[in-house]
């Protein structure tokens, strides 16, 4: 059993970090995969809805805002990828099967997994499952942006996901940092130098 991990959410300046891994069945028969930021909102969603029900397994993981900033945004990332690993490890085990290899977007490999694992530089264009984890950790990282909108109305977290836009850095601005905001990052923690 092999799966593809990969994560969403890195460069925002705020919102948790997300993780997630597949196992796909062969042959996959998913039309339309591909990296989560080439696709199309539309898109992205139905594909997550098919990944859900027909892969062999699949976690979603993530570290908060307050994770971030203990750890720093790289820790943070390879640890909710190590959470989301885990996950499929603990399923396919109950199912008396075993992950032995993890295929991981970047050119780091988190510490501490259950399996062996390598690194594919650009592997969400390359393999089928990291694409599809790549699909799972973008739809609910975005799931997540919406909410916070609700929460913190006036940021446009439901339309630039927390990342640096010019909209985004105007409110910030305008508004003051969010609890959901990583203070490490630099926009927000210049403001709050101020």
Known sequence: MICGVD????????????????????????????????????QRARLDREIRASSLAFAVACCSVEEIEQLNILQASLLAMRRAVESVHLQLLSRQAALSLALIDGNQVPRDLPCEARCIVG??????????????????????????????????????????????????KRLGPSPVHRRGFAPVRDLLAQ
């Open 7 to 42: 994560e969403a959410g890195r460069g925002p300046l705020a919102g948790a970090v997300y993780a997630a891994a597949v196992v796909l069945p062969e042959p996959i028969g998913l039309q339309g995969l591909d990296d989560s930021k080439r696709l199309r909102p539309a």
């Open 123 to 172: 592997g969400d264009a390359l393999e089928p499952a990291i694409a599809a984890a790549s699909i799972l950790a973008k739809v609910a990282r975005d799931q997540e942006m919406e909410r916070l909108a609700l929460a913190w109305p006036g940021y446009g977290f439901e339309r630039h996901k927390g990342y640096g836009t010019v909209a985004h850095l105007e409110a910030l």
